[in-house]
């Protein structure tokens, strides 16, 4: 077989990034299992403080707010409640403009839930990648290997090319073990962010609905 001319060469500068990556793999492939620990212990205690709302306590406090429908009694409704404190701050944001018009109003409401959705993205952002990244570092760590592995076996050098399979295997259950870990709490912090803002946004309808009808009455007393 004719070699082509430089494949030599290109094929040693291959081999040789190829093999400085894997200590770079086998530090992130750890900094990925760690960090996926620490987030399911947070998950576990944000679990055990969370407050779930469904549709009944949702309108206890779409109730709440509406009687009398003042933006003091809004304010302090909402500060009573059990509401996440980021939801609480957008509501009492939204109650706390009564003076300017209805589409401005409507507007800064959703700047302010568009805001808060941009929080939970950036919060899922890290174990998304985890889960991306962690099997894929897995199977860098699986590959590197197994080239100086081949050629030991090539050489009859057992111990390397067992040296060498140990190595890849770790990786690779260390890399689906972080992605897995970090898969698990991503789908459930999702769960409970759509659930929050979905809350979010029917209590900021509300809000705007009640000031709305606020500044109506207080317009037609005026003119009475």
């Known amino acids: 077989m004719v070699a082509i001319p430089g494949s030599e060469m290109l094929g040693s500068v291959l081999h040789v990034i190829s093999q400085s990556l894997l200590i770079p793999v086998i530090v992130g492939l750890l900094a ?3 960090y996926a620990i620490v987030s399911f212990g947070g998950l576990i205690s944000e679990h055990s403080s969370r407050i779930r709302f469904d549709a009944d306590k949702t309108g ?3 109730k709440g707010i509406s009687n009398p429908g003042t933006p003091d009694k809004i304010i302090e409704k909402v500060n009573k409640s059990d509401l996440p404190k980021s939801s609480k701050e957008v509501l009492i ?14 507007a800064l409401a959703r700047k302010l839930i568009e ?3 941009l929080k939970a993205a950036k919060s899922l952002e890290k174990t998304d990648i985890v889960t991306r990244l962690g099997p894929t570092l897995g ?3 699986t590959l590197i290997p197994m080239g100086p592995g081949l050629a030991a076996l090539g050489a009859g050098d057992i ?3 067992a040296q060498a399979i140990i190595i890849a295997f770790d990786t ?10 970090a898969y698990v709490i991503s789908k459930v912090r999702r769960r409970w962010y ?3 803002l979905s809350t979010l946004d029917t209590l900021a309808e509300s809000v705007l609905e009640v000031l709305d009808n606020a500044k109506t009455k207080t317009a037609f007393a005026v003119r009475s």
């Open 32 to 34: 990925f299992m760690v």
């Open 60 to 62: 206890e406090i779409i």
């Open 93 to 106: 944001k939204i109650a706390s403009t009564p003076n300017i018009g209805p589409k401005s109003r409507e």
């Open 115 to 117: 805001g808060e959705e």
């Open 139 to 141: 199977l860098m760590g």
């Open 159 to 161: 111990n390397a090319l």
């Open 172 to 181: 690779t259950v260390v890399g689906l073990a972080a992605g897995g870990v």
């Open 194 to 196: 759509e659930d929050n």
